[in-house]
Each structure stands twice: as C-alpha cells, then as structure tokens.
C-alpha cells in the first residue's frame, strides 16, 4: 500500500522525524527555514498532508489556491492564528493542533520570565559577567517580591491552570478572567473576575495566556496597562499581539509597569529592537514549549491526528 505524501516544513524532534519517515512518505529540508506562501501553495500539489509550525500562514489568500491532493493541515501547535480555519473548512481540508501537552513547559518558562523580571536577573547577569560588580549594599538591585503577591492570569486553559498551580508554590494570591469560570475543582480557591479591569487592578503580577484573536489583539493597550497597580509585572508566554508594544514601552519607562517578561513579539523572528535598551525587560526568542519532552509530544500529537485521518477515523484534535 503506497503510503501518503507529507510535508514537515521544520525541523521536528528526532523521534517525531524518525516516526514519520517510517510511517509516511516524508518531505522535509534539514535547511529548517520557514515555508513561504509560495512554498505551501507548491507542495499542496505534491503532498496528501502537511504539517506546518506557526512559522507557515494559512491566509485566505493561500488557501485559495491550494492543490485539490492535499487534504490535511496537522499543526504542530496548540494556537491556530496562523490559519484561516473558515477557509480551509470551505476547502475541504481537515485542520488539527496540539492541545493538552505543551502547558506545562510553557507555564515553566512563564514562571522563570516573572521571577527574572521581578529580580533584576538581566541587569544582574550583566554587571557578574562583564566584571562590574564592584559595589554592594542593602539598597543593591532590590527587586519584586513574588512571594504572597497578587497574581492574575487572563486565559485559564492548560497553560494558565498550569501556572496556577505553580504559583500556589510562592503562596500566591490567584485571581484571573476567563471566558467563563472554571469549575470549583479547577479553579482551586483562584478568584474569578469576569470584567478584565477588575483583575487588573487585582494584579500586581499579570501573565497572559489566551489566544490570539481579533478581539485580543491589543488586549493590554495603554489604558489596560495603566489600570494595573504601579509596579506591576507584566509576563506574555501567548502572543506577541495581545499587547501592544508601544504602549508597554511608554509604560515601562514612566516606570508604571516595574518590569516584563516576553517570550513573543509581534514581530518574529527578530522581536522588537526597542525593548533592548531596558534591563527590566527580560525577553527569551519564543521557546516556551521547547523541552525535548514536549517537543516529542507535540510531534507525536500532530502524527496521532494524521493516523487517525489515514485510517478513516476523525482526527482526535480535528478543529
């Protein structure tokens, strides 16, 4: 039986590259650069699958001159902004992604981002490594205490749930917004708000974990921020667009926000040269769900949703 034509258009796990090429007639170039629109728009006509990163858009544009031979879009993501679902449904083409097995290393580094950005660790790092450190006193590099504080999350999916419970470890004081509330069980003593500005203000550490939206785009703009109580940390594991940077910028050097911690910009790669200049901005180049154990996951995950399909069954993550 001729196996089906896939395209992995980056560079996965070995495990995931080494089960798929046993599964599957696999395409894929080591060179691990992103796929244009040109790209995908090619391969359509080549593959029967493709599973693409959050690297590859799926506009309305793109998808309109897709090859009617591929017939499945298997993220290896949790977040499907880079895909215009209505038209890939309108297509015929089945799309999947990857929930349920990211969130903890992304609440991990959510976690290290808010602890590096509550205690000075750029700044820090900078004046231990470049041999300056020549002074010390009690009023040295005193940071954000996390311990006891008030922490809000916006978006309590598996990320955010996961990062509760982390918190509850620094005994923090748990509050968040949600599209609706969670259950007794998963709220687990958290404090529900449904009005944004009433969290905020609840907030003296703010992280953000819910989709990327048009109604979240820009979600912490100059008044959201100014709404947060003064010294607040910010920390975005999301997407860079649910804040808008300028306005964060201007916040930070009023010194209304103390400090942020951002693992995504709007623009990637590259981020944004203007947070360079502070210190107080720790920033990591979007890497939250980047452990080996995740990265296997995430792969099995999309190559899961794959077997399903060539089997005939509706894909476990179908969307």
């Keep these: 039986?001729?196996?089906?034509?896939?395209?992995?258009?980056?560079?996965?796990?070995?495990?995931?590259?080494?089960?798929?090429?046993?599964?599957?007639?696999?395409?894929?170039?080591?060179?691990?650069?992103?796929?244009?629109?040109?790209?995908?728009?090619?391969?359509?006509?080549?593959?029967?699958?493709?599973?693409?990163?959050?690297?590859?858009?799926?506009?309305?544009?793109?998808?309109g001159q897709l090859g009617p031979r591929l017939r499945i879009v298997a993220n290896h993501s949790v977040g499907v902004d880079h895909c215009d679902l209505d038209a890939l449904k309108a297509k015929g083409i089945v799309v999947t992604n990857t929930p349920g097995v990211l969130s903890d290393a992304t609440a991990e580094l959510a976690?290290?981002?808010?602890?590096?950005?509550?205690?000075?660790?750029?700044?820090?790092?900078?004046?231990?490594?470049?041999?300056?450190?020549?002074?010390?006193?009690?009023?040295?590099?005193?940071?954000?205490?996390?311990?006891?504080?008030?922490?809000?999350?916006?978006?309590?999916?598996?990320?955010?749930?996961?990062?509760?419970?982390?918190?509850?470890?620094?005994?923090?004081?748990?509050?968040?917004?949600?599209?609706?509330?969670?259950?007794?069980?998963?709220?687990?003593?958290?404090?529900?708000?449904?009005?944004?500005?009433?969290?905020?203000?609840?907030s003296d550490f703010l992280t953000l974990h819910c989709p990327a939206t048009p109604q979240t785009v820009n979600l912490m703009n100059a008044e959201r921020l100014a709404r947060l109580p003064k010294g607040a940390v910010i920390v975005n594991t999301a997407r860079g667009n649910l804040i808008n940077e300028s306005a964060l910028i201007a916040a930070i050097e009023s010194g209304h926000i103390g400090a942020a911690g951002l693992d995504c910009f709007v623009a990637e790669p590259g981020g944004n040269p203007a947070f360079a200049v502070h210190e107080n901005i720790v920033m990591m180049p979007h890497v939250g769900s980047a452990t080996v154990k995740t990265r296997d996951a995430m792969g099995f995950k999309a190559l899961d949703n794959l077997d399903a399909f060539f089997r005939g069954e509706t894909p476990p993550d179908r969307l």
């Excluded at 391969?43 to 699958?49: C, N, T, Y």
């Design 1 to 63: 039986m001729t196996k089906p034509t896939l395209w992995i258009t980056r560079t996965l796990s070995d495990a995931t590259l080494e089960r798929a090429q046993r599964d599957y007639s696999v395409i894929w170039d080591p060179a691990d650069r992103p796929g244009t629109a040109e790209d995908i728009i090619e391969m359509s006509a080549k593959v029967d699958a493709i599973i693409p990163c959050h690297s590859e858009y799926f506009s309305a544009q793109v998808v």
């Design 111 to 202: 976690m290290m981002l808010m602890l590096a950005a509550a205690r000075h660790a750029v700044q820090g790092d900078r004046i231990v490594r470049s041999g300056a450190w020549d002074f010390w006193s009690p009023a040295f590099l005193v940071g954000k205490q996390v311990t006891g504080a008030r922490l809000g999350i916006i978006g309590m999916g598996g990320v955010g749930r996961s990062f509760a419970r982390k918190a509850q470890g620094f005994d923090m004081e748990i509050h968040y917004h949600n599209r609706s509330r969670l259950d007794a069980d998963e709220e687990a003593g958290a404090t529900y708000h449904a009005d944004l500005d009433s969290l905020l203000a609840a």
